[in-house]
């Protein structure tokens, strides 16, 4: 049967969302590339972490939440746009490592940038003389011999070199990463400003959250997460061409639901068209 979007209910896009999270989860499990590559399997260990920041929004949204008691039920905005942030900055670390470098050596050195800094902050929050303190120790050095021997950070000058090994800032900042990934400025910028004013406590977002509190007639809950769903859409399109899966993996309506969200992300089809052919040439 052919998509028609009208015979899905707002409240039942999480179903479908579920299960191309559950039948690329599957895929991802066995998967050549998952298996045999230390880096494509923490893509996948990446993913399989949006999915559950996915399903508790979904929850949060849809079951409510309970007083320990069980005597309120409530509509937890502040922590539905908290999570919908962490998991729009999980999205857009993964376009940064996995689909947007130019090349083999630039995705390595992002990576391996990645885990090097990840690294440095758990060897900071073990003890001294410990077991897993020199373990850690040991993989900051193996990953700054493999950094250094990329092209891309012989590139560097010297000062820039530096301040990549000793500094947390090893990336840019999620705005201008989206703005590469070719999001418009309402799904980029914008939402991500939303969304910061519930994770920062901001006035604007108390003052929301109070009115919210106080009635929620005036709330739309099945527009929430409509930026999920956009984020989610375009996740799955980029875990589809990473991993060179095919589409036809997923039913009518699945396939339906995911084009009506690619299209209000305002990201064009010769974007989508680059980015495949970007990973396929540069990147395989």
């Avoid at 979007?5 to 999480?14: A, K, L, P, Y």
């Avoid at 840019?172 to 070719?182: L, Y």
């Avoid at 997923?250 to 339906?256: A, H, N, P, Q, V």
Wanted: glycine share 4%.
């Amino acid at each position: 049967m052919a998509y028609d979007g009208d015979r899905v209910e707002n409240n039942e896009i999480q179903y479908l969302f579920n299960s191309m999270f559950g039948k690329l989860m599957k895929v991802l499990e066995n998967h050549n590339l998952v298996v045999n590559d230390d880096m494509m399997g923490w893509g996948a260990v990446m993913f399989q972490k949006y999915t559950i920041q996915f399903f508790t929004a979904m929850m949060l949204t849809y079951e409510r939440t309970m007083s320990p008691l069980q005597q309120g039920e409530y509509l937890d905005i502040v922590s539905i746009n908290t999570i919908n942030r962490a998991a729009f900055e999980t999205f857009l670390l993964f376009e940064y490592i996995y689909t947007l470098p130019r090349s083999k050596d630039e995705r390595n050195f992002r990576f391996w940038l990645y885990q090097f800094h990840g690294y440095k902050d758990c060897q900071q929050l073990s003890e001294v003389g410990t077991e897993e303190h020199d373990k850690f120790k040991e993989q900051i050095n193996v990953l700054r011999r493999k950094i250094r021997a990329t092209n891309s950070f012989r590139e560097l000058t010297k000062i820039q070199q530096d301040k990549l090994l000793t500094m947390g800032e090893w990336k840019p900042n999620w705005n201008d990463i989206a703005k590469e990934v070719k999001l418009s400025k309402h799904n980029s910028s914008d939402s991500y400003k939303m969304m910061s004013w519930f994770v920062h406590n901001s006035f604007a977002a108390l003052r929301a959250t109070n009115q919210y509190y106080q009635s929620l007639k005036g709330y739309d809950v099945d527009a929430t997460n409509c930026h999920l769903y956009i984020i989610s859409s375009l996740y799955v399109q980029s875990i589809l061409i990473v991993y060179g899966i095919q589409i036809d993996l997923f039913s009518e309506d699945e396939l339906g639901i995911m084009g009506e969200f690619l299209l209000l992300s305002g990201k064009s089809h010769e974007d989508i068209t680059a980015d495949l052919k970007r990973v396929n040439e540069n990147l395989r």
